[in-house]
């Protein structure tokens, strides 16, 4: 098992109920976990794998990558950040790499993973009452499943919106 530190520096100021624009996509590579009510079983591991893998198709993991769970009951992905390939290779269509761009709607959430149903749809429902469409959701974890004993949970739950 590894043990690693993956917590992520991120102010959780910063996405407290904001919304975000990314203008500009920002590109993730992609690998499946298994997970049981939003917990990955091998977090650590799974981001290792995403890494590795990504490198040896020629990806870029960016400094201080951002690192997204597409969460799900009992299946979900990681998702790191990477740059995007340049000229010819760009070109060809990776189903592992995911392009993230447009309207987000963040919102931190301090509850355990195995909890975080109910955030969840606490934030769609806050969003459907104000009109808004959830094209997609994700978590970022700011605090690492090694370091919540420590450190407390800090859950970035993200909402792209339509």
């Known amino acids: 098992m590894i043990e690693h530190c993956h917590c992520q520096k991120i102010n959780p ?3 407290h109920e904001k919304e975000h624009c990314w203008e500009k996509p920002r590109f993730f590579y992609r690998v499946t976990t ?3 009510f939003h917990e990955p079983f091998s977090y650590h591991e799974d981001i290792a794998l995403a890494m590795v893998e990504a490198r040896s198709k020629g990806y870029i993991i960016k400094e ?7 969460s799900g009951l009992f299946r979900g992905e990681i998702l790191v950040e990477i740059q995007p390939l340049k000229g010819k290779e760009r070109r060809k269509q990776d189903p592992s790499c995911l392009e ?5 709607y963040s919102r931190v959430a301090q509850a355990p993973l195995m909890r975080m149903g109910k955030d969840i749809d606490k934030l769609t429902r806050d969003l459907k009452k104000k009109g808004e469409s959830v094209q997609g ?4 974890l ?3 499943p ?3 004993r ?6 970035i739950v993200i909402a792209h919106l339509h």
């Open 100 to 104: 993230l761009q447009g309207r987000f």
């Open 150 to 155: 420590e450190k407390g949970n800090q859950t």
């Open 13 to 15: 100021e910063d996405w």
């Open 137 to 140: 959701l994700y978590l970022c």
């Open 142 to 144: 700011i605090t690492c």
């Open 64 to 70: 201080n990558a951002v690192i997204l769970l597409k």
């Open 146 to 148: 090694s370091c919540v």
């Open 34 to 36: 298994r997970m049981a």
